[in-house]
């Protein structure tokens, strides 16, 4: 499967000739000495950076990256607290501008290991050495500077020299070559590849580099795995996060890889039906360990990561033994070599203590011979350093090196060298080791039962201390997987049973993960609120989440908001409605959930006597669906709180909604901000809060309701003596509007929060405020930000509060307010003391 090395595409001496022309408006003395030491770094990439040869045991995987290379799934991440969005960023258009920065020079991608991070970095340089065009946003740079921070050991002058110049070069080139890149730095891309893999006594230095002050004009790209990515975030213009393959893609890979049909059409077969597989494909590493195994094994494929990496070992050792000419056997052969491998291991975690990926010879003393040759599962390392003369060892990928060090701690464990709490009382296992203690776990269930679950339970009370470990915890769990076993659920279970927390938040979590957890809360008797939000949850996952809430004892609160959840998990839901006796809080926002699952919620809502709060904001619910929860109201006697917020309800569906309130006796919130209810359904629902004798808050706001709406409302105030809070922020209610609310204001009793921000409310409308208030003895909150209030208005406002015993806040942010009007505001202030100490006043000064 040898892919022949393709031959330039043009010749150096060609190159040159080109490169002439741009160099002479740079006013470079000496171009051809310059051009010669580009045309070197361009050789480099070609030759190093162009194939992909990720497995040392096994010479015959070597890809041309033409010929191999899938585009990566990038989404943006926000830099205000790196949070994710959904947003798609093409892998070719990562300088592109967006809200944040409009000329992004610094861009930091992250990813977990394996996700494609260094053979992306070696795309930027490949594509660079042969001339290719990155993409219409991609900078067209003179020159692309790629370095590994597992190599450096320095700074970036020494670096650059160190992996990329040749040896020859003497001081003076070398500081004309540093010179250009200083002079021209917009001219230049800096690929920092690994972050996480820099010794750290380097780290300060080189973020200072990434934040501007060496190069501060030169393009930066940097990549790390999360947790040192949020040590640099605030320095770069742009975050990004690499998700590895969209399942499309990672059929594209697979199709490459083979070249035989019949092996990949069984792989692509497996993962259409496998959840395990499709999960691990998002990875690009375990994509390629997938390809190689099933052209071992003929399409038997492992469950876990653990799994995957234990059958890599078992081929490597088959190999090396092969490569020997040892003599076939049907022992173990983690058996056989476990001593050495053990060692092997022994140096895995010393590295990873001391902040190293690379091994010299003494790391090897009073080791076997086999150890020393790593079994086929350490490279000898030239390394990309000229400062590393001396034969030095190395993994070919840090999680490879994460998953010897977990076998030595198995073995540890199981010789009783040392204990479950000894090792997981270090911190670290839950940050930068915590891929360690994943394997370990892994390890440990194919091992020994006992050992496994007495990990699982230590785990559990660390995270019983710190919920914040939790993720790391059900990772853990997933990697617990036997084949052709439950264990892995049994151990989900037993961890549920060990879980004391009461709130636990499962944000953001895989496919794989989501299963551990609704697993995990079956058996848990503590937990009463959970979140599986952020994108968790789909078709599959929440069918079974449904199917088990009835076992979930304890839970009174369940938001799965932002999730993949459309009409028919709704549908499996309301049905569990019927049957739940605990849930009393549950949040369905920004799903599809749609008319169909809004109906089928109502038919839910009728026979439940528990659910007091429910949140359907942004789920697509039109005026049918308001009006199914219409007829649930009516039937149903515990909701207190309806969220429709952001949906698409008009007028028809708050008629609907009127009438509901009529019959209802027991809700006292109803948000219907952001619909089109408009004039007509502003009208409707005043009718029915003459009637209603429970509402006590109503939000209206962004709802095109003008003036008429408003005074509707206002005459709905004079005979409602339940509403404490009313929100009509973001329509047109003008003055007239706020007259007859003022007016209302003067019969009304129970009002205590009134928000009349951005409604178009002048000097007019304030003086009609200010004239309600005299006489309203309730109102304590009343909110004008964002109005064209002035000076006269905010006097009137002013005469109003010396005479009003009872307003402890009042927002007047960003009216027409000068010095004249705060000055008689702040006169009240001495008059009205509830007012002052509070300190709510918020003028335009």
């Known amino acids: 499967m040898v892919k022949q090395l393709q031959p330039c595409e043009r010749s150096t001496k060609e190159s040159l000739k080109d490169e002439q022309g741009w160099l002479r408006q740079y006013e470079v003395s000496d171009p051809f000495d310059l051009l010669k030491y580009i045309s070197i770094i361009r050789q480099l990439y070609e030759d190093r950076e162009g194939w992909l040869a990720p497995f040392p045991w096994c010479e015959e995987f070597q890809f041309n990256l033409d010929n191999i290379f899938t585009r990566l799934k990038f989404v943006s991440r926000k830099r205000e607290r790196g949070i994710k969005t959904d947003d798609i960023v093409d892998m070719f258009q990562i300088f592109q501008p967006h809200q944040e920065c409009s000329q992004p020079k610094r861009v930091l991608i992250e ?45 970036l002058w020494e670096a650059i020299d160190d992996q990329l110049l040749p040896s020859e070069v003497n001081e003076e080139e070398k500081e004309r070559f540093f010179k250009f890149i200083r002079g021209h730095q917009s001219k230049v891309l800096l690929v920092l590849d690994g972050l996480d893999e820099l010794p750290r006594n380097q780290l300060s230095i080189y973020t200072d580099i990434i934040g501007g002050r060496v190069l501060p004009d030169s393009y930066i790209v940097v990549t790390a795995r999360h947790e040192v990515g949020l040590k640099v975030r605030e320095c770069c213009h742009t975050l990004l996060e690499v998700e590895g393959f969209t399942e499309s893609d990672a059929k594209d890979f697979i199709v490459r890889y083979f070249n035989e049909e019949d092996l990949a059409k069984k792989l692509l077969d497996k993962l259409d039906t496998g959840v395990t597989l499709q999960d691990l494909t998002r990875n690009l590493l375990n994509t390629a360990l997938l390809c190689l195994l099933c052209e071992d094994f003929g399409g038997k494929f492992p469950e876990s990561r653990t799994l995957l990496y234990l059958e890599i070992v078992q081929c490597v050792l088959r190999r090396y033994r092969l490569k020997m000419k040892l003599p076939e056997t049907n022992q173990d052969l983690l058996v056989l070599y476990r001593v050495d491998l053990k060692q092997l291991g022994r140096i895995a975690m010393q590295g990873l203590r001391n902040d190293s990926m690379y091994f010299d010879e003494s790391a090897f003393e009073g080791f076997s011979s086999d150890v020393k040759s790593g079994l086929g599962f350490l490279s000898v390392e030239a390394g990309r350093s000229k400062r590393r003369p001396i034969r030095s060892y190395g993994f070919l990928h840090k999680s ?132 599986l939000s952020g994108g968790s949850i789909d078709s599959t996952s929440t069918a079974a989440l449904a199917g088990r809430l009835k076992e979930y004892s304890t839970l009174t609160s369940l938001y799965l908001q ?57 789920c697509a619910i039109g005026n049918p669906g308001a009006d199914a929860m219409a007829k649930g109201l009516r039937e ?100 007239v509007g706020a007259d007859a609310l003022a007016k209302g204001l003067k019969e009304n ?97």
């Open 111 to 155: 990813g977990q290991p394996g996700m494609g991070k260094t053979t992306y970095c070696q795309k930027i340089a490949y594509n660079w050495a042969k001339k290719r065009k990155g993409g219409e946003s991609f900078p067209d740079v003179t020159l692309v500077l790629l370095l590994k921070c597992r190599d450096i050991n320095c700074g």
């Open 400 to 531: 490879f090196q994460e998953f010897f060090a977990a076998l030595f701690h198995c073995c540890q464990l199981l010789d009783g060298e040392i204990s479950v709490d000894s090792l997981i009382a270090d911190r670290r296992y839950f940050k930068e080791f915590r891929q360690v203690l994943m394997f370990t776990s892994g390890l440990l269930a194919q091992e020994c039962k006992a050992t496994v679950k007495a990990l699982i339970a230590g785990i559990a009370t660390e995270v019983n201390l710190d919920g914040r470990r939790l993720r790391v915890a059900l990772a853990c769990i997933n990697e617990c997987k036997r084949e052709g076993s439950t264990f892995d659920i049994e151990m989900a279970q037993f961890f549920g049973s060990h879980l004391k927390l009461q709130r636990v938040d499962f944000q953001r979590m895989t496919k794989e993960l989501v299963s551990v957890c609704i697993e995990t809360m079956k058996a848990n008797s503590t937990v009463t609120e959970m979140l």
């Open 562 to 618: 932002g999730n993949a959840i459309g009409k028919v998990f709704a549908d499996v839901l309301a049905k569990e409605l019927k049957e739940n006796s605990t849930l009393t809080s549950l949040c369905l926002s920004l799903n599809q959930i749609g008319n169909v699952g809004a109906v089928a919620l109502a038919k839910g809502l009728k026979e439940n006597s528990t659910l007091t709060s429910l949140a359907l904001p942004n």
């Open 636 to 735: 149903n006697s515990t909701l207190t709180s309806l969220d429709l917020s952001s949906n698409a309800i008009g007028e028809v569906g708050a008629d609907a909604l009127a009438k509901g309130l009529k019959e209802n006796s027991t809700l006292a919130s109803l948000d219907l901000s952001s619909n089109a209810i408009g004039e007509v359904g502003a009208d409707a629902l005043a009718k029915g809060l003459k009637e209603n004798s429970t509402l006590t808050s109503l939000y209206l706001s962004h709802n095109a309701i003008g003036n008429v709406g408003a005074e509707a409302l206002a005459k709905g105030l004079k005979e409602n003596s339940t509403l404490t809070e009313l929100d009509l922020s973001h329509n047109s209610t003008g003055n």
């Open 749 to 845: 009793s129970t009002l205590t929060s009134l928000d009349l921000s951005s409604t178009g409310i002048d000097d007019v409308g304030a003086d009609a405020l200010a004239k309600g208030l005299k006489e309203n003895s309730t109102l304590i909150s009343l909110y004008l930000s964002h109005n064209t209030t002035g000076n006269s208005g905010a006097d009137v406002l002013a005469k109003g509060l010396k005479e009003n015993s009872t307003l402890t806040s009042l927002n007047l942010l960003y009216n027409e307010i000068g010095e004249v009007g705060a000055d008689a505001i702040e006169d009240a202030l001495k008059e009205n003391q509830e007012l002052l100490m509070d300190k709510c006043y918020q003028g335009h000064r």
